[in-house]
């Protein structure tokens, strides 16, 4: 079989979910036994999202191979549980880079050089790469942004070529838009998204199936119209409800038979119907929680919801693998000092203190990591969260009154946390972090150890600041366990309190690697810790 290429665009507006439904139509596609990968083409200029602020973009998700990208490719891998990585996240800006690096190296030597042939090319040439990796059978493209913009028209040009290029049989284009639901006339409206398909076909691309996110029931007579007006087939308008979880939706496009629309036109014969049963436990037991906890995430971009999006979804995992809910209390570490941290945090069965760049609310990121260990309530800190961790350790155990992350104070007496040393020759901010998947050796007998059951573990980094092993010793003769080192360079990656109920803080992210389907350990046994807690708070 060839390789098949399916095309998501979206219309109308945006944040309609389009990384959700093509998530949930590949997830339907690989459960009737396709391989299947999804890739994101992203219309901003910048190289990556790397060097974007949280509030812009929401989270940088990082695969496996380093690649700072869209959030989107964590809901890929999240419903897939496959790994993405540096291809499947492309942006103009890296379109660009290549065509303009080739033009200097001689490669258009006598031509001049243009959107239309040389940026498409580029752009076809990567829409069509994983797919000649003999890895896939089938490949789902997201073209980021709103059809109409005038920056998503080199995608939408290099979409319509391909369209005539590809055999028939091997394309197929989806259009995701919103009906809105208008209160006073009590009524669906289709005119946006009549408009939205006009425009993609104005620029000459067809929609085979036109996804409709809507928050009422779409009836027979207005599926009927929009297939008139919109050009497309009966029974190719299939309506996306709001859904009470996103790990639902593959299962409401399941009802709506997109997957089966989706095989009759890309012609791949004897499949057998999607097994979703292991996704469809895990919905169960998030349905029906027997208990719940509180937790709080101490971060400085609360305000945005995306910014912490895996930490956030890794807490649903570990939730439902606990049959708990897990209430997260978004906490911003800028309003958390000395006088309030007992009224904010008191309450809490688990304090997270989360990743994070720059000095703004460190003080109050070190101050509720105090409260967590003081108190003995069960503490998980991620990256700059294991970096506050262990300046709170060295000013208030070993009495550094100055400690600090060169980060925050580079004059310190005592730099706890310090700048890698490849990390001081660099002048380029774009890529330049440690990036992607860093082999971790456990400590036998750590709470490490334990929760992940194994010695040797892999889990993703992003970031340039490290422990300072020059206070190695001091450190662990004070109570810190160091229970992950890499062992190649000797980087502390864990740190831990065994004098504590439930205290770990990590170097690396461990929320990019949960998935519904394997819920990340220290995520797990976090939920578990904080019900713990819970429970001898109410006996
Ligand atoms: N700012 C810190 C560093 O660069 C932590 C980064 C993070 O939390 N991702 O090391």
């Known amino acids: 079989m060839n390789t098949k290429y399916i095309f998501v665009t979206g219309g109308v507006a945006s944040s309609l979910g ?15 036994g396709l391989r299947v990968t999804i890739q994101k ?9 790397g060097t974007l602020n949280p509030y812009e973009h929401g989270e940088c998700y990082v695969t496996d191979d380093g690649a700072e990208t869209d959030l989107d490719l964590g809901h890929y891998e999240r419903f897939l549980g496959v790994h993405t990585s540096q291809a499947n996240n492309v942006t103009t800006g890296r379109i660009y880079n290549t065509v303009i690096t080739k033009e200097r190296e001689g490669a258009y030597l006598g031509k001049t050089v243009q959107i239309v042939p040389h940026i498409t090319d580029e752009i076809k040439r990567r829409m069509l790469l994983l797919g000649q990796t003999g ?11 709103t059809v109409g913009d005038m920056e998503s028209q080199p995608f939408v040009e290099a979409m319509r070529q391909l369209q005539w290029e590809l055999p028939e049989e091997d394309f197929l284009s989806i259009h995701l838009t919103l009906i809105p639901y208008l209160k006073a006339a009590q009524e669906l409206k289709t005119k946006p998204t009549q408009h939205s398909v006009q425009e993609l076909q104005s620029q000459g691309v067809h929609p085979d199936i036109i996804v409709c996110r809507t928050e009422k029931e779409l009836s027979p007579e207005l599926r009927r119209k929009i297939a008139l007006f919109c050009n497309v087939k009966p029974g190719h308008v299939i309506q996306s409800m709001d859904a009470w979880s996103i790990y639902q939706v593959p299962f409401n496009m399941e009802a709506e038979k997109l997957d089966e629309l989706v095989v009759n036109k890309l012609e791949i014969p004897n499949l057998p119907p999607p097994d979703l ?9 998030l349905k029906h929680p027997k208990a719940e906890v509180d937790v709080a995430l101490v971060g400085k971009y609360v305000e945005l919801q995306d910014a912490y999006k895996s930490i956030q979804e890794s807490f649903v995992h570990a939730g439902a693998a606990n049959e708990c809910r897990v209430n997260v209390h978004c906490v911003h570490s800028e309003h958390v000092n000395d006088g309030n941290v007992a009224d904010v945090l008191g309450g809490m069965d688990g304090i997270l203190v989360a990743p994070g760049f720059g000095s703004r609310g460190l003080e109050g990121k070190i101050c509720a990591v105090r409260y967590a260990r003081e108190k003995g309530i069960p503490f998980f800190g991620i990256c700059l969260g294991m970096q506050v961790a262990v300046v709170e350790f060295a000013r208030d155990v070993l009495g550094w009154a100055d400690a600090a992350s060169t980060e925050e104070n580079p004059d310190t007496t005592h730099p706890v946390i310090d700048l890698m040393e490849e990390q001081k020759k660099l002048t380029l901010k774009g890529g330049t972090m440690r990036l992607g998947a860093y082999p971790c050796h456990l400590l036998e007998g750590s709470l490490a150890w334990s929760i992940y059951g194994k010695e040797d573990i892999s889990e993703r980094h992003r970031h340039r600041y490290e422990f300072n092993n020059r206070y190695l010793k001091e450190m662990t003769a004070a109570g810190l366990k160091i229970s992950g080192v890499n062992p190649d ?9 065994p004098s504590h109920p439930f205290y770990i803080a990590v170097q690396f992210h461990p929320e990019f690697k949960s998935t519904p389907e394997c819920p990340q350990p220290i995520f797990v046994a976090f939920v578990a810790a904080a019900l713990k807690q819970r429970a001898s708070k109410n006996n």
Request: proline share 4%; aromatic share 8%; net charge negative.
């Open 135 to 145: 890895q896939y059978d089938v490949i789902i493209t997201e073209v980021g942004g």
């Open 41 to 49: 083409f992203d219309p901003y200029l910048n190289i990556d999202p």
């Open 18 to 32: 389009k990384g959700i439904i093509a998530a949930s139509l590949a997830k339907l596609l690989q459960a009737r």
């Open 277 to 285: 049963s292991r996704l469809g436990n895990f919905l169960e037991r």
């Open 489 to 497: 360079h000797q980087l502390v990656e864990i740190v831990e309190l």
